[in-house]
């Protein structure tokens, strides 16, 4: 097996996997399948992305990248704006979880996850709901 290098440690595969399987996710979401990379039914739908900033450090070991975690209602609107924020922050709580769980052996590790701001309120143009956050994610081969 090859050894990973700074550049496999990313973190939006990492925690996209985990939060694809996290039951905690799965129950705040309404059920599993709700989780992917792009903004798509069923609904509500938590998107995992690369996020705007963070600290690359040296680039010789750990990183601390940002995540973005996006949570999307319904375009009819539903569920309310009250009750994604509620979703969106059980899913950050869910991500938190990989920093206690065993290490699989071949993947990157995340020993940190942290809000990096706030939570924000961001509707698209059409008014389909949308909240939006940044975790900063300590990881490192």
Do not use: F
């Not at 059920?31 to 039914?41: D, M, P, T």
């Not at 990183?63 to 949570?71: G, H, M, S």
């Not at 009250?82 to 052996?105: D, N, S, Y």
């Amino acid at each position: 097996m090859t050894e990973l290098t700074i550049a496999d440690a990313d973190p939006v595969s990492v925690l996209l996997a985990w939060l694809q399987q996290s039951g905690e996710a799965a129950d705040a979401l309404g059920g599993l399948g709700r989780v992917s990379g792009i903004a798509e039914a069923p609904w509500p739908h938590l998107v995992i992305g690369h996020g705007p900033g963070g600290n690359l450090r040296d680039l010789n070991w750990a990183t601390e990248p940002e995540v973005t975690l996006e949570v999307y209602g319904d375009p009819g609107g539903w569920p309310g704006k009250a009750e994604l924020r509620r979703i969106l922050v059980h899913c950050a709580k869910a991500a938190k979880g990989i920093v206690e769980a065993p290490h699989t052996p071949g993947r990157p590790v995340i020993n940190g996850v942290k809000p990096s701001g706030l939570l924000v309120w961001s509707p698209l143009v059409d008014g389909q709901p949308r909240w939006l956050m940044n975790l900063s994610v300590t990881i490192h081969p």
